[in-house]
Each structure stands twice: as structure tokens, then as C-alpha cells.
């Protein structure tokens, strides 16, 4: 964090994350971006980055048909416009929550921007409560590189005799010719963030009340930080599995070296490699290996030379253990899987086992629901703290009349089964429950007016009094 002894001196504020913290972070990073510390230089111990396929794997399942509505008035559908420019990089941000256990979101004027932990210097928090905390913006142009510190908190100030909170935004900007580099300070003026101020006037309520939360939402993993306590940091939701994550990495790379080195050898005499009735007595050693070159021997026929006046001839086929180390690694993915907070058996190479019956397979997919339910409840906190950031923002600024809003949030079911789904409305339809144009509209794709008069045209025609249409 290059950034971090500048934003001290600048502001006067010292981060609250503790070393032993921070170490943690930087190291789940790294396992998260596929370079985890034990990979071996001799490339014999590889990594699968199954810390990424877990983050992946749960980003999807916690926005599964995820549907965001915000109704009730102008500022309403001003804040529904913002949150539909970024509803396809949600599921970004919910896996790089997962991956770094915390992800910060934040208006920038246009839309929305996330931070990482790599980002931000924590420098105030009461009873889990973010109170202050600095957060890095940078971009290039040309040789130039610019960073912007934006310094978010909540002031305690006596007012008329009375304790108000009135919340600041402070800006600074530098400049430097290297990434490694934060510069010298420079003039917001010289900068893309000309529009912004340095210095903000108390942030209230219209009322003059303290605002009900941060200008940014925060994602948090629903998992205890066993770190530091009194953090309201999250923790990397593969941290309690990274001894595991090794010995798949290990496990994985044998069984992969094994099966790079199987491939069939054969040892054959030098004798045997030349036509027959040729002479090679006086002939040089590059004069042989010339004619084995010419000869176009398979790859793996190796060359020896017969000690005895017996050919020697002898192949080589390894014999694979497979079926022993994918037993040993999918033993392996169940534990991960079951420490991340994921039912035993959801992460195999091979097949999931062991689902008999439907009611089997709702028990044993109850941890998984759970863990998907609780990173919902966790991003709709986060929204709920981006939309209403947005809201002052837009109070702040004069973009979006003032007015109430409610924020209405909708999953998809990760145990939906659609040919469970389609049997069962047809028994409906055979019930006469619901009319068979409606399953036709619903699993056939068609509009309601050709499902109604396909119904229709299927109906027998009542017969007249004389037999006649």
C-alpha cells in the first residue's frame, strides 16, 4: 500500500488494521490471482486456483436472477437508472467480496465504483460500525500517474449544546512518473477530479440530523473474523481452507506430473535401428545419429547399445494410479468445499454422489442454501448502503428531486429444476387448476394470444340440434 504513509501524514490518521490482518489479506490475494506462496520455481507444484472457482461458483449463485426495483417516486427512478448501468457487474462484485472478504461501494459522480481492501486504509470503526476510512483512486495519462486519497468520517462536534455528527468527504491529489510512486502533491484543477472539492461542508440531513450510514455500501462475508476480533473487516471466504487448497494444488500437480511422464517408452538396441546387412563397424557416433534421423524413429523409441551379441529390445508403460489420486483429491475438494461453507460432495471432478431421492438431495443441499442465503442478506446490505449513498449524493448535488424510495430485492432458487417445474404445472393444467394456455405461455415460449387460440382451436366442437356446423 504505497499510498498508506502519504494518507497518514496528510490527513493525521493512523490505519486500525493489524498487521497480522493485513498479512492475511495480502496472502488470500495471492492465492485469489493464482500465485499462492507455495508454488514450487521447478513449476513440479502447480496451482488450480480453486480459490477463484469457489469465488466464481458463489458470485453466481448469490445473483442468480437477481432483480433489483426501486419504486416511489422521481428520485426513485433516478436511483433506479444508476443501479441498472451497473446490474451486470454485481456478480463482479460479489466474487471479489468473497475473494477479499471485504468490497466497498461507492457513488463517483457517474455511477458506482468498488474498492477492495488493497484500496482503502481503515482509520475509525465503532462496534463493527466504519466510521472513517480512506479510499485510492488513480488513472494514467501518458507518463503520468495520478492517485486521489478521498477521506470519508463522521465528526463529533457540540453544536447550541447539542451533540451533532455531521459527516466530511476531503480530496487530495498527486502526481509521479512511476506506478510505484505516489508523487508530489498536485492541484485537484490539473486533474480529471477538477469538479471536486478538498474540503466539503458538514454533510446533514435536511433536518440537520447525522446522515443514517457511510456514503459508501460495504460487503462483508457472513463469516466471524477469528483475525481481529473487533474488525468490522471480512475475511476471504477460503481462509479456513488454505492448508486444503495446498494439498489440492499438490495432489493435483502429482497426478498431472504422473501423467505427463506416462507416456510409453521403448529401448531398443542400436543394432536394431539400422537397415538390415549395414555395415557400422569405423562409422562415426554422428554418422549413426545421422541415419537414426533419416530412419524417422517414433519419439519415444529410445536408443541403447547392446552389450552382448543379443539384440536388446524392451517396452516401457507406465502404470497410472488415477483412480486412487482423483478418491484422494475429491476427498480433498469435499473438505474445502464444506469449510467454505458448502454442502459435502457440491465440488468433485467426477460426479456428485450419494443424491438418492429428492428429499435427499434438499437435506443435503441445506449448508449450501444457507451459505447462498446468508451472501444475499450480506449484498443487500451492501446495495441498500450503495442506493442510499446515491440518494445524498443526488441530495448533495441537485441530480434527482427529492422524494422516498423502497428498494425491493428478488432471487432465483438455486434448487430450481425446470422439468420438475414444467411436470408439475401440467398436473395443474390435468387438475384444472390453472387453464392450459398459461403452461403453454410459461414452458413454451409462446405469446398469450397463440397459446389461447391454439387451446381453443384444440377444443371439440359441441354439436348442433340437426348434426350441423
Not at 66 to 89: C, H, M, P, T
Not at 196 to 210: F, Q, S, V, Y
Not at 241 to 265: H, M, P, Q, T, W
Request: with cysteine; aromatic share 12%.
Amino acid at each position: 500500500m504505497i499510498f498508506k504513509k502519504q494518507a497518514e501524514d496528510e490527513f493525521k490518521i493512523k490505519s486500525v488494521v493489524s498487521s497480522e490482518m493485513d498479512r492475511e489479506l495480502k496472502c488470500c490475494a495471492g492465492i485469489y490471482a493464482g500465485k499462492p506462496p507455495w508454488l514450487s520455481k521447478d513449476n513440479r507444484i502447480r496451482t488450480v486456483n480453486f480459490a477463484k472457482s469457489i469465488c466464481s461458483e458463489t458470485a453466481r449463485l448469490t445473483t442468480l436472477a437477481i432483480g433489483i426495483q426501486i419504486e416511489g417516486s422521481a428520485r426513485a427512478n433516478w436511483l433506479q437508472e444508476q443501479i441498472d448501468k451497473v446490474y451486470f457487474r454485481i456478480r463482479h462484485w460479489v466474487e471479489f467480496g468473497c475473494a477479499y472478504g471485504t468490497l466497498f461501494v461507492k457513488p463517483n459522480g457517474e455511477g458506482l465504483d468498488i474498492f477492495t481492501p488493497e484500496d482503502v486504509i481503515l482509520v475509525d470503526y465503532d462496534n463493527q460500525s466504519i466510521k472513517g476510512l480512506v479510499f485510492r483512486d488513480t488513472y494514467t495519462e501518458g507518463d503520468k500517474f495520478y492517485t486521489r486519497l478521498e477521506y470519508h468520517r463522521f465528526v463529533e462536534v457540540w453544536q447550541d449544546g447539542k451533540r451533532v455528527c455531521p459527516y466530511y468527504i476531503s480530496n487530495r491529489a498527486y502526481v509521479s512518473k512511476s506506478a510505484d510512486d505516489i508523487g508530489k502533491k498536485i492541484a485537484l484543477e490539473k486533474t480529471k477530479w477538477a469538479d471536486m472539492m478538498e474540503d466539503t461542508p458538514p454533510i446533514l440531513k435536511a433536518n440537520g440530523e447525522r446522515l443514517d450510514g457511510p456514503m459508501f455500501g460495504v460487503f462483508r462475508t457472513p463469516q466471524a473474523n477469528n483475525i481481529d476480533l473487533s474488525s468490522p473487516m471480512g475475511l476471504p471466504m477460503y481462509v479456513e481452507a488454505i492448508e486444503e487448497l495446498r494439498d489440492l494444488d499438490v495432489a493435483y500437480s502429482r497426478n498431472a506430473g504422473e501423467i505427463f511422464d506416462s507416456e510409453k517408452i521403448v529401448l531398443a538396441d542400436d543394432r536394431l535401428m539400422m537397415p538390415d546387412g549395414m555395415n557400422i563397424k569405423g562409422r562415426t557416433a554422428i554418422e549413426l545419429e545421422k541415419q537414426r534421423e533419416e530412419m524417422k524413429l517414433p519419439h519415444y523409441v529410445k536408443n541403447v547399445f547392446g552389450s552382448d551379441s543379443k539384440d536388446f529390445y524392451q517396452e516401457i508403460n507406465p502404470q497410472l494410479n488415477t483412480e486412487e489420486r482423483l478418491s484422494g483429491i475429491n476427498a480433498l475438494l469435499s473438505q474445502i468445499g464444506y469449510k467454505v461453507g458448502y454442502s459435502n460432495g457440491y465440488f468433485v471432478f467426477n460426479e456428485k454422489t450419494g443424491m438418492v431421492t429428492a428429499t435427499q438431495v434438499e437435506a443435503d443441499d441445506r449448508r449450501t442454501i444457507q451459505l447462498i442465503k446468508d451472501m444475499r442478506d450480506k449484498l443487500q446490505d451492501c446495495l441498500n448502503g450503495a442506493i442510499y449513498a446515491l440518494s445524498v449524493y443526488a441530495d448533495l448535488n441537485g441530480l434527482a428531486p427529492a422524494g422516498l424510495y423502497e428498494v425491493t430485492y428478488d432471487f432465483g432458487d438455486i434448487t430450481y429444476n425446470r422439468e420438475e417445474d414444467r411436470a408439475r404445472w401440467w398436473q395443474y393444467v390435468m387438475q384444472g387448476k390453472v387453464p392450459a394456455w398459461v403452461y403453454f405461455q410459461k414452458f413454451e415460449g409462446m405469446s398469450e394470444e397463440d397459446a389461447k387460440a391454439m387451446v381453443e382451436e384444440a377444443q371439440p366442437k359441441e354439436p348442433t340440434l340437426f348434426g350441423e356446423e
